[in-house]
T-cell receptor, first 114, second 115 residues
Framework: AQSVTQLDSQVPVFEEAPVELRCNYS??????LFWYVQYPNQGLQLLLK??????LVKGINGFEAEFNKSQTSFHLRKPSVHISDTAEYFC????????????FGAGTRLFVKA | ETGVTQTPRHLVMGMTNKKSLKCEQH?????MYWYKQSAKKPLELMFV???????ENNSVPSRFSPECPNSSHLFLHLHTLQPEDSALYLC??????????????FGPGTRLTVL
């Protein structure tokens, strides 16, 4: 079955510092990858998605992610974070193993400090 | 209203109560989902409806009963719940459930507390 591992449960970082949130997935022939963000007391909002083509994907709020097929990774990055980026971030994968189900990772809590 | 809406946003209920959660999507989608989000646990898919038909039930206890009267509305009927059922219940929708690419749009959730 498809699986997603978010390697860090919490990432504290100072404002204006760069950040990387790590995501690895189990291999599948075809795979679609997503990052969602969840602000306090809200639902999940799509940040960015990889479907095909360029491996570097740009999303909203200055985030980007790189699809690395050989390492089965899809890490999320931002060069300079703001206090308002404090939220929970979820990596998700949709692959053709098991009938194209979307599997979510456990989430990474990004905490931006002043 | 736009996107996916959920009511109520907060619900406190006793173990003997019966209540319902409502979800409505205004996106013209054909698939709708219920997820349970508990603290420090991955998002758990509960039910999937595709064109009003239930296509997935992930071994959810019978005290949770979904209903999908049309492609725009999804309900989750609750009865005889347990304290461990306290969680954020998220509704989502997508164009359809079985395709290769399927972006899901989420509602804000209902925070349920079972006393």
């Amino acid at each position: 079955a498809q699986s997603v591992t978010q390697l860090d449960s919490q990432v504290p970082v100072f404002e204006e510092a760069p950040v990387e949130l790590r995501c690895n997935y189990s291999s599948s022939v075809s795979v679609y990858l997503f990052w969602y963000v969840q602000y306090p007391n809200q639902g999940l909002q799509l940040l960015l998605k990889y479907l095909s083509g360029s491996t570097l994907v740009k999303g909203i709020n200055g985030f980007e992610a790189e699809f690395n097929k050989s390492q089965t990774s899809f890490h999320l990055r931002k060069p300079s974070v703001h206090i308002s980026d404090t939220a929970e971030y979820f990596c998700a994968v949709r692959g053709n193993t098991g009938g194209f189900k979307t599997i979510f990772g456990a989430g990474t809590r990004l905490f931006v400090k002043a | 209203e736009t996107g996916v809406t959920q009511t109520p946003r907060h619900l406190v209920m006793g173990m003997t109560n019966k209540k319902s959660l409502k979800c409505e999507q205004h996106l013209g989608h054909n698939a709708m989902y219920w997820y349970k989000q508990s603290a420090k646990k991955p998002l758990e898919l509960m039910f999937v409806y595709n064109f009003k038909e239930q296509t997935e039930n992930n071994s959810v206890p019978s005290r949770f009963s979904p209903e999908c009267p049309n492609s725009s509305h999804l309900f989750l009927h609750l009865h005889t719940l347990q304290p461990e059922d306290s969680a954020l219940y998220l509704c989502a929708s997508s164009q359809e459930a079985g395709g290769s690419y399927n972006e899901q749009f989420f509602g804000p959730g209902t925070r349920l507390t079972v006393l």
